[in-house]
């Protein structure tokens, strides 16, 4: 039987990116945001290895709950806040902080008699989410007796490009709006973390950077000092020799130059190799970086090989993570960002732990 592609999850590689955080914001608490299974390298693992971050965010009360279970004492913050007054009722049993970012929250917790932690959002700019900076001090106003307001929340739309100007922007507005004294303040993503020193304040907020990937498409994760923590790989299925001029694959877009051979691998859009990754996206074999040629296939994908490398069926590919590509090289071959790609993976792919101390 053909063996599974396999994400191997590094937990060493996460305390190393958590220490990166720390390095960048030592002055601030470290929220680990967590949602989306962790970006998809697992939820729970996860978790268990950031043990020393100062708090988890999620974006659904699920996985708050479920994170609850393990974490019975650990700061839990929802994104988005509750969506009814069912799921405000479990927000309170499981002592979660929850972030507001709308009028109809604020009346459900006005109506509601237990006290609640919460974050205020306020919207500096990314036009998604929050209160207008016109009308949160009344919202602040009709919450502060009844309810513990920890703190003014808000997000950067661009601060993966350095010098955007709406990133000075947003942080004058969040600057300029004060709850009160006391209050705490969040704002800083990964890139913000990286680059924007004045935007560390009281919780820094780090995702994409924790799981070793770059925020950046012009700044390698390497030099920023971050490990890899998700590998994907697959084995070769097949090695053909080719003809100059044949084609592989559907629609025949990628042809021989030359008579060469290619190798098959076993892991395609079904297992979330990304189908729009271009020919020449990077796969290594044995420590050998070969391309990729051809249409990606539910099951497949093919690489070409040449005539002399050593490669043989069995063999371990490696599509992104130690040894392979950088996820974000791949990520920019299939016209996408990483958090996509490890959030994409399927059920289909086996994951496992690795601890390297
Ligand atoms: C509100 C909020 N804060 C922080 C993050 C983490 O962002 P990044 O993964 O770019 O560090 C996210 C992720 O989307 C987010 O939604």
Redesign the pocket.
């Known amino acids: 039987m053909t063996q599974a592609a396999e994400a191997t999850i590094d937990l060493s590689a996460l305390r190393h990116n958590l220490q990166v955080v720390k390095k960048h914001a030592p002055q601030a608490k470290i929220m680990a945001?967590i949602?989306a299974n962790a970006y998809g390298h697992g939820m729970m693992s996860v978790a268990k290895a950031l043990e020393q971050a100062d708090a988890f965010?999620v974006a659904h009360i699920e996985e708050a709950i479920q994170l609850r279970e393990k974490h019975k004492q650990k700061p839990i913050v929802l994104?988005h806040g509750f969506a009814n007054e069912s799921e405000l009722k479990r927000a309170s049993a499981l002592s979660l902080q929850c972030v507001i970012h709308d009028e109809r929250q604020l009346s459900l917790l006005q109506a509601f008699s237990q006290k609640i932690n919460l974050w205020l959002k306020l919207d500096t700019g990314m036009n998604r989410l929050g209160f207008s900076p016109n009308t949160i001090m009344q919202a602040y106003g009709l919450l502060k007796e009844d309810h513990k307001v920890l703190g003014l929340f808000s997000?950067f739309a661009n601060a993966d490009q350095v010098d955007a100007k709406s990133n000075q922007q947003q942080l004058k507005l969040f600057h300029d709006t004060s709850l009160g004294p006391g209050l705490w303040r969040s704002m800083a993503?990964?890139?913000a973390i990286l680059t924007q020193a004045h935007s560390h304040y009281d919780w820094v907020?780090?995702?994409?950077?924790l799981y070793g990937a770059s925020?950046f498409s012009d700044k390698s994760a390497q030099s920023l000092g971050l490990k890899p923590v998700m590998s994907l790989s697959s084995q070769v299925i097949a090695v053909k020799d080719l003809a100059k001029g044949q084609a592989v694959g559907y629609g025949s877009r990628w042809k021989a130059k030359e008579n060469t051979r290619i190798a098959v691998i076993g892991l395609g859009y079904g297992d979330g190799y990304p189908r729009h990754a271009a020919d020449g996206t990077p796969v290594v074999i044995n420590g050998e970086s070969f391309t990729l040629a051809g249409r990606v296939s539910m099951d497949m994908i093919c690489v070409e090989i040449g005539s002399n490398a050593s490669v043989n069926v069995g063999d371990s590919a490696i599509l992104w993570g130690q040894g392979g590509p950088a996820i974000n090289t791949v990520a920019q071959f299939a016209e996408t960002i990483p958090?996509e790609l490890s959030c994409r993976l399927t059920s289909r792919v086996v994951f496992k732990e690795v601890d390297n101390g």
Do not use: C
């Open positions: 945001v949602k965010a994104l997000h993503n990964s890139a907020r780090p995702g994409i950077m925020p958090y």
